[in-house]
């Protein structure tokens, strides 16, 4: 009789957990979230309670055939605007119009240094690290990768950049301001440990993209969390 290996274990489906939700933006076709720093966004073997995924499904829980379908991720550590489809239709259509360059993405970050030029565009190329496939890295191999950054004020050798995504590599930002010299204060991994502030400062501050059945415009903005306004404060943004 041939030997049988260890079984196969499968994930089990997410379950829906009554998950506190900070809801920007409701219809019948799209959910906007700010998420807080620290949520995970969708269950894995480490996380797979206690997620945004996880308190969607509860969110829409009296809605027949309404699966969230999140479409725009974030770090566990980055909070603001996550985006989620409730059907594959509108998922298919922001997929397509995000593709085709009309969806905007803005994030908010604090930086050690001043950037100069004061405003432009970062275009460094990214992969995984061959070393650590969990880090990213600066490779002329990487794939092409731009970053539009403006600094929207700064003091005492600190700054707050604004930055548009043109491509949505992982862990785009970080790199891109660590590699430019300028390091977001809080993260460990790629940029500056603060005193305080117990992850990296930097939040997904809006979105703008059509609406995927009706096509108007819409601009989502996430109101900047708590534990990264105090660093804001000081500079009258």
Known sequence: MPETGPAIQRR???EAEPLELSVVYE???LIAVNKSPGVVVHPTYRNWTGTLLNGLLWHVRHRPGVLPR???RLDKDTSGVVLVALTAEAQARIQKDNGAGRV???YLAVVRGVPDP???VIVLPLARDLADRRLVVVTPS???SQTIYEVMAEEGGRSVVRC?????RTHQIRVHLASSGWPILGDAVYGVPHDG???QALHAWGITLPHPVTGRMLEIEAPVAPDLQRFIDWSGF
Request: net charge negative; charged share 25%; no cysteine.
């Open 164 to 168: 548009e995504l043109i491509t949505g």
């Open 104 to 106: 905007t993405k803005e």
């Open 12 to 14: 089990p489906r997410p």
């Open 70 to 72: 999140i479409v725009t």
């Open 197 to 199: 502030l117990m992850r």
């Open 142 to 144: 990487g794939q092409a």
């Open 118 to 120: 004061a405003a432009g």
């Open 27 to 29: 219809d019948e076709t």
